[in-house]
């Protein structure tokens, strides 16, 4: 229940950019709605790209159509038959970041995994990851993908996607 005494619709964000971390994260997002009985909000965002100094002409790609084949690819072969959850899908132009926490806004949980398609690989936590856990209104967890991870110095078997990090906002504490 909201402040006002209705029933809001319980929701759970998930960010989705088609990487295994995005991937671990929708799982993960999926099993926790079927757990609470909430809605899968799949996100993804593109944007056209950045040229510095002189103009480029764009190809005929079509970035809005790539992000929506990518992100309706990735529910389908991540979605679980096992537990039916409703899986709507959200695609946006826009710094990824600030889409999320847009659409983040009055959700139960936002959901990321611990590294997109960023460029820097040995980072824990992308920058995406970074900005939406210090300004999202609500609580944020991380999903680490482990399968692909160097388990020299892990011999118990791991789960291939695991809840790293939790965080209330701010305001919340």
């Given at each position: 229940?909201?402040?006002?005494?209705?029933?809001?619709?319980?929701?759970?964000?998930?960010?989705?950019?088609?990487?295994?971390?995005?991937?671990?994260?929708?799982?993960?997002?999926?099993?926790?709605?079927?757990?609470?009985?909430?809605?899968?909000?799949?996100?993804?965002?593109?944007?056209y790209p950045a040229v510095y100094g002189w103009e480029m002409p764009l190809s005929d790609t079509d970035f809005s159509t790539a992000a929506e084949q990518t992100l309706a690819q990735v529910v389908e072969e991540e979605g679980d038959p096992a537990r039916p959850v409703?899986?709507?899908?959200?695609?946006?132009?826009?710094?990824?970041?600030?889409?999320?926490?847009?659409?983040?806004?009055?959700?139960?949980?936002?959901?990321?995994?611990?590294?997109?398609?960023?460029?820097?690989?040995?980072?824990?936590?992308?920058?995406?990851?970074?900005?939406?856990?210090?300004?999202?209104?609500?609580p944020v967890v991380v999903v680490r993908d482990t399968a692909h991870q160097d388990t020299a110095h892990d011999t118990a078997p791991q789960d291939t996607a695991r809840a790293e990090h939790a965080d209330v906002p701010a305001a919340g504490r």
């Open positions: 229940m909201n402040g006002t005494g209705s029933t809001a619709e319980r929701r759970i964000v998930v960010g989705v950019d088609g990487s295994e971390s995005s991937r671990s994260a929708l799982r993960w997002a999926v099993r926790q709605a079927a757990l609470t009985g909430a809605t899968v909000e799949a996100v993804t965002t593109w944007e409703e899986i709507g899908r959200r695609v946006e132009r826009g710094n990824a970041a600030r889409v999320l926490l847009d659409a983040a806004e009055g959700a139960e949980l936002l959901v990321i995994g611990s590294r997109g398609h960023g460029g820097f690989t040995g980072a824990l936590l992308g920058s995406v990851g970074q900005h939406c856990v210090h300004h999202a209104t609500c």
